[in-house]
């Protein structure tokens, strides 16, 4: 599918493929998950494809042309503590200790 003469998909793997080198020309430091052997774990296409999906949501709310469909509760939220906790069991993956 074609959006603006570019193929979605050839948009998502480039965004894929130079997700650090905009990052730096945008001076952002990403928090990359890290390996098992303290390696950048690099977003992926299905979280590229994620993202861009949650920022048309916020653009299509932002210019009146969407409704958000739910609504956020605080007591709901898990704390850093309990994320913590389920991303340090899940193999292969560590946080880093800014979280």
């Known amino acids: ?3 603006n003469g570019f193929d979605r998909l050839d948009v998502m ?3 894929r493929q130079n997700q650090q080198q ?3 020309c945008l001076d ?3 928090p990359y998950l890290e390996t098992e052997d303290g390696s ?3 977003l992926s296409l299905a979280n590229t494809q994620n993202c861009l999906c949650e920022f ?5 709310i932002l210019h ?3 409704r958000a469909r739910r609504c956020f509760r605080d007591r709901e939220a898990r704390s850093n503590s309990e994320l913590r906790d389920i991303y340090e ?6 946080l880093p200790n800014s979280l």
């Open 40 to 42: 950048w774990l690099e």
């Open 56 to 60: 048309y949501k916020y653009h299509k």
């Open 28 to 30: 952002i430091e990403f």
């Open 13 to 15: 793997r480039w965004l």
């Open 64 to 66: 009146s042309n969407g």
């Open 89 to 94: 069991t899940a193999p292969f993956i560590r």
């Open 22 to 24: 905009e990052f730096d």
């Open 1 to 3: 599918m074609e959006f």
